[in-house]
């Protein structure tokens, strides 16, 4: 066990049993999501396949509107919301892409948005983007953990309807669009390296396989710097461990019940990397596919840069979770993918 972490932590509404997402509910988020964010392109890249000597396909996430995945979930999760729920406004703690999700997707179905936020090192690019979607922003505690709990405070106080950033089966449901994209796109994938903070992208990925492509690996990366996630699966239980990556998008300090319960006998590997190896792929997107990510959207591939040697031959995809970045981190990004090769 990593030092400092804690076993057996209770997820929020652990009490309540949460019945996970059917394929039958990705095929209907697709046509719930379809009017209002086009379909990202799943494009091969010569350069990446070079470095890892197989047969590497991008899924850009990062094409979407607001840089991010994120934006499939939220719009499920209030298109299927009740008038009298959207009404109360809603209320949910996020590092950035998540609350932009949400703060779109309120603008779009009328609802008012508060979005929870960590007062240290929130990520600015970040936050003027929800401010500029119309979010009210909560700033309070210094990682997403704290200010998540101050959101379920203030939803119980002031009768907010609260938004779990992980426990939402509509949320899942909606990211797992993207993974039937990419099975559509290339049905004879092998497998799928996608980044895991509280694990909504890797649940969904872990559906969709498990019924249309069985054969497909799905492996999750997470920095060894916040590896909550990572400890829960590996243990069979929700951990909490300390959290301390500059990759803000996949920054939690626990497990959840929900993304756990559904990739726990269906993930194939799950990858941890150091915060210098998430830069260099940062640095190696740039240079080799032309692509820019932020910390987060670029884990996917540090952790299959760091397993190259058992994808020889093998055709990969690769998800850019998203690309919400500020100057000084690509800068450093850039820097350390230089020393890479020195």
Request: aromatic share 6%; with cysteine.
């Amino acid at each position: 066990m990593a030092a400092g972490a804690v076993r057996g932590v209770a997820a929020a509404g652990a009490g309540n049993v949460m019945q996970p997402p059917t394929m039958r509910d990705v095929y209907e988020a697709r046509k719930t999501i379809g009017p209002y964010l086009a379909r990202t392109p799943l494009q091969y890249s010569a350069g990446l396949s070079r470095l890892l000597d197989a047969e590497v396909y991008l899924k850009h996430e990062e094409h979407h509107p607001l840089g991010a995945f994120k934006g499939r979930g939220g719009i499920n999760l209030l298109a299927h919301m009740s008038e009298e729920e959207r009404s109360r406004g809603l209320i949910t703690a996020s590092t950035g892409n998540h609350g932009q999700s949400i703060a779109s997707a309120c603008r779009i179905f009328r609802a008012r948005a508060l979005i929870g936020l960590p007062e240290k090192n929130a990520n600015p690019v970040k936050v003027a983007a929800m401010q500029a979607l119309g979010a009210e922003l909560v700033f309070h505690g210094e990682n997403f953990d704290e200010a998540r709990a101050h959101c379920e405070r203030l939803a119980a106080e002031e009768g907010y309807r609260y938004v779990h950033a992980v426990n939402e089966p509509l949320l899942i449901a909606g990211v797992a669009t993207q993974t039937l994209e990419i099975i559509e796109d290339l049905p004879d994938v092998e497998v799928l390296y996608l980044p895991l903070g509280g694990g909504t992208e890797v649940a969904g990925a872990c559906i969709v396989t498990g019924v249309i492509a069985p054969d497909v690996r799905v492996r999750a990366v997470q920095s060894e710097a916040a590896s909550a996630g990572y400890l829960s699966w590996k243990q069979g239980e929700l951990v909490q461990a300390p959290m301390n990556t500059f990759a803000e998008g996949i920054g939690t300090m626990s497990g959840y019940e929900l993304p756990q319960q559904i990739i726990r006998d269906v993930l194939d590997d799950f990858v941890l990397v150091s915060d210098d190896e998430i830069r260099q792929a940062m640095g190696m997107l740039v240079q080799e596919a032309h692509t820019l990510s932020e910390g987060a959207g670029a884990v996917a591939t540090a952790g299959a840069y760091k397993q190259r040697e058992s994808l020889a031959g093998k055709k990969v995809s690769i998800t850019v979770s998203g690309a919400n970045t500020t100057a000084t981190q690509l800068m450093t990004a850039l820097e350390t993918y230089a020393r890479m090769w020195e």
